[in-house]
């Protein structure tokens, strides 16, 4: 343990008033250090989501379709990604660095494990919840087993998969922060640099701020495509 | 897309599932002349739904066959025999997600049909089964319950099946709704053509729209099959006669009308339209206490009388 002789001082460079004290947010900062800093952050954080939520709706997609068409598979997938799910983000990263290095796949294996518990619970309730006389119907109609999943099955269960991958992104997103443990990429990256210093609070705030705003963003483009794509969900009887 | 109407034979057909001792439908042996209603009706237990369903393979066959203007199910493509068979089921299955139209042109459009042709073909069948044009663009969960068995009825016909298979079409519709909805199919029936095998459990139902009753007992033993009047006249056994209820005299009158009635010359007393059933008649005559009814034609002028001796 380090005692210090005296006072530490800070060093926030020789920027403004408001930097040097370590003000709650010092706006010239921003705008100092937005190129440089916050605009790339949140341009690797984008990225980092959005690759992790697509490969884990892959993924969670083939094991729902396996998990709905053999009902004996649904319990250990099931139970796989909830552990997966249970395991601290931190010591997961902690954990698969040793095997897959310092580097962005460790970061994208770990966020897309997070992604599946959601997804694939989602996407297999979604299927079942489909009744049975509309399968039926189907069946009856001359619809094969193929055209029965994409023309009935599969729309139907695409309110409960929206509504996952809503809670999946945003979720991504958030836990993504942390993955500047591993690599120096995302909004984590600033957070962790500021932290480093003395917590110099702007920079925080200021990459914080961008992530629950991406957040937001997504999760609204989100809400307009469950608009879009759901359009019987919306209409009950006048 | 198939035709007209169609002969079904069920021959020796039996289905017995597995690890049960009794059969499902026990060597069913029937003719359904093409373009008539041929109704299945028995207790709960007597097979008359895997009955229906061995037509359209949803349920295999054990023994036996079927055929459909001489063809074998078995023969068939499964999938090409369904979409050439109409399909109708108690709980309507109408695809939540796709709009009454869209719903209606499902065999149209696994036919490969153009989306223009399916439109016209709609909007055709919604007028037909008494629907407005304006419910194309609705979905299912904006209509009510008897709406919902329109368009049921509506998509089983739009691929001009020759046969036509309802599974206790009305039986979850309330009893006003349900009366005329059965007054509306048999119209249509009328205008269409088809062969019709309907299942119910209620033997009014069955007396009202069937050309011909299939009883079935419990084992899916064939009881019983010809006209209504010749099953309410001449019940083959007790299972039947109890079947049909002991007011089967009382029923038989249902099947006709006063206009098949010689009528006595014009009276007064309550007035009663021509196509109104003996059965109501005289219910009227119960009812009011009146020695006889007035008769009218369809523009409601009296065109005779009639009283208890005359209607039974």
């Known amino acids: 343990m380090v005692v210090a002789a005296g006072p530490v001082i800070p060093d926030f460079g020789s920027g403004s008033s408001c930097e040097v004290n370590n003000g709650w947010f010092c706006t010239d900062w921003v705008h100092a250090h937005w190129g440089d800093t916050l605009q790339p952050a949140l341009l690797q954080h984008v990225e980092l989501s959005a690759i992790a939520v697509a490969v884990g709706l892959a993924i969670a997609f083939a094991l729902a379709l396996a998990g709905f068409r053999w009902r004996l598979l649904d319990p250990p997938i099931g139970a796989l990604s909830d552990f ?65 999943f994409l023309r009935v099955e599969l729309p139907l269960a695409l309110p409960a998969l929206l509504a996952g991958l809503r ?31 003395d917590s110099f609070k702007t920079e925080i705030l200021a990459a914080g701020g961008l992530a629950v705003a991406l957040a937001l963003v997504a999760d609204g483009l989100l809400v307009l495509a469950q608009r879009a794509l759901t359009p019987w969900t919306r209409r009950a009887r006048a | 897309m198939p035709g007209q109407a169609a002969e079904l034979v069920f021959n020796e057909a039996t289905k017995l599932y597995e690890g049960r001792e009794e059969a499902a439908v026990d060597r069913l042996s029937l003719t359904v002349p093409a373009g008539e209603i ?21 349920i295999s066959l054990t023994s036996g066959d079927i055929r459909i203007d001489g063809t074998s199910i078995l023969e068939q493509d499964v999938v090409e025999l369904r979409r050439s068979i109409g399909y109708v089921i108690q709980q309507v299955g109408l695809f939540p997600h796709m709009t009454v139209e869209a719903n209606i042109g499902t065999v149209p459009r696994l036919y490969g049909r153009p989306r223009s042709w399916i439109r016209t073909r709609s909007a055709e069948l919604l007028e037909l089964v008494g629907l407005d044009p304006s419910y194309a663009k609705r979905y299912p969960a904006q209509l009510s319950g008897g ?62 729209v069937g050309d011909r009753i299939a009883i079935l007992r419990p084992g899916g033993r064939l009881a019983q099959y010809d006209t209504p009047a010749a099953i309410l006249e001449r019940p ?77």
């Open chain 2, 147 to 208: 709406e919902r068995q329109r368009v049921g009825l509506a998509r089983a016909l739009a691929g001009n099946p020759p046969l036509m298979l309802m599974d206790e079409p009305f039986a979850a519709i309330d009893p006003i709704v349900r009366a005329r909805l059965q007054d509306e199919f048999m119209r249509l029936h009328e205008e269409v053509q088809k062969t019709v095998v309907f299942v119910t459990h209620d033997i009014d139902e069955a007396i009202k």
């Open chain 1, 84 to 148: 997966l799910y249970t395991i601290p983000s931190l010591a997961l990263f902690q954990l698969l660095v040793p095997l897959t290095g310092l580097g962005v796949l460790t970061v994208e294996i770990a966020l897309v494990s997070y992604t599946l518990v959601i997804l694939y619970r989602n996407l297999i309730e979604g299927l079942r919840s489909v009744p049975a006389d509309v399968v039926e119907a189907a069946r009856g109609s001359g619809f094969t087993r193929t055209q029965t």
């Open chain 1, 167 to 197: 809670i999946a992104t945003v979720s991504t997103i958030s836990i993504a922060t942390v993955a500047a443990f591993v690599v120096a990429k995302g909004l984590g990256n600033p957070i962790f640099i500021a932290i480093k210093q």
């Open chain 2, 38 to 58: 041929c109704v299945l009706v028995g207790p709960s237990g007597g097979g008359k739904t895997t009955a229906l369903k061995l037509v359209n393979r949803l």
């Open chain 2, 236 to 312: 083959v056994d007790d299972f039947v006669a109890q079947f049909v209820g002991a007011d089967r005299a009382l029923k038989a009158l249902a099947l006709r009308t006063l206009a098949e009635v010689e009528l006595g010359p014009p009276a007064d007393g309550p007035r009663v339209p021509r196509d109104t059933t003996v059965r109501d008649a005289v219910s009227k005559l119960i009812e009011t206490r009146a020695d006889s009814l007035a008769v009218t034609d369809d523009d409601g002028r009296i065109v005779g009388s009639v009283w208890l001796e005359k209607l039974v």
